[in-house]
């Protein structure tokens, strides 16, 4: 009797997680094991290839444009994760303070950007930031002495789009960091108040360590989501002027989809792919400890 009952819930388990394991199998795992078996093929984008080992990898780390897009990468997740925790941070604290429709109102007006197509973003800031009728550039005038046509110069160009990035996605992180905020008891700044503590000393003492799980959260977040940046590179610079904005998956589109070479291609998404494990598992465990 004890077997049946053990077996019956051990069939209904399977039966309960068979749908997840099957879309997972199907939609990622399947993919991941096909995209590093093409990498050490020389197979098309569509189609088997013959095996060559090491030969895409060995190809790419003598290509000075993956070096290029690897150091872009980086420097792109430095202009904007923690630029954009930190001011999704700084935004949730004050929206946090307002109260009824004044705070809805705020909120859906930082959310809007988060929910628009990447190629809206763009135009939009596109316009904002043209070279002759922009109304960005009355601030960069001031600043610069002249207009810039920022899409087009090394200098500014991953810093726009950096800019826009952060504009677009921050939404998302102020309205975690709300959530974050509204969990902590509001007895605890009360007490603390009580006590002579300033406002300072309530975030470095109560707000800071109990939101510090929502901010590695949101890092880890961001980190991932900044390494896999394409759409805004492709639509503003298309990896211009003079590379200056080109990134890894900018790299697997060329090979793969332009050059139809799949296999080299592959060995780029498979770089990628270590690099965000690697980095995210290690910040995650540094951010464990911090927490600690």
Not at 95 to 119: A, D, N
Not at 141 to 151: D, I, P, Q
């Amino acid at each position: 009797m004890v077997n049946t009952e053990k077996r019956r819930k051990t069939l209904t388990a399977i039966v309960m997680i068979a749908p997840f394991l099957i879309a997972y199998a199907t939609v990622f795992a399947y993919p991941v094991y096909k995209m590093f078996a093409l990498s050490f093929t020389d197979a098309p984008l569509v189609g088997e290839g013959q095996w060559v080992g090491f030969d895409n990898y060995i190809r790419l780390f003598h290509q000075k444009l993956f070096y290029t897009s690897v150091w872009n990468t980086g420097y792109f997740v430095v202009l904007t994760v923690i630029p954009n925790t930190l001011i999704g941070l700084g935004l949730a604290l004050m929206v946090v303070r307002l109260k009824g429709w004044m705070q809805s109102l705020i909120l859906v007006l930082f959310f809007i950007p988060y929910i628009l197509p990447v190629s809206v973003v763009t135009q939009i800031w596109k316009w904002v930031l043209d070279q002759q009728f922009g109304i960005a550039q009355f601030i960069i005038e001031a600043f610069t002495g002249g207009r810039v046509s920022v899409f087009r110069d090394p200098i500014w160009a991953m810093p726009m789009v950096a800019l826009v990035t952060v504009w677009w996605t921050n939404g998302f992180n102020l309205l975690l960091f709300i959530a974050g905020l509204r969990n902590i008891p509001h007895d605890y700044y009360e007490a603390a108040m009580l006590d002579g503590a300033t406002r300072w000393q309530c975030f470095k003492r109560i707000t800071w360590p109990l939101i510090w799980p929502v901010t590695a959260l949101v890092l880890t977040l961001q980190l991932i989501l900044q390494l896999k940046i394409f759409d805004q590179v492709y639509l503003l610079t298309e990896g211009g002027p003079f590379n200056s904005t080109y990134v890894l998956l900018q790299l697997v589109y060329r090979e793969a989809f332009r050059s139809n070479h799949g296999g080299l291609g592959s060995a780029v998404a498979v770089i990628l792919f270590v690099i965000i494990v690697v980095v995210s598992v290690l910040q995650y465990q540094l951010l464990r400890v911090r927490e600690r």
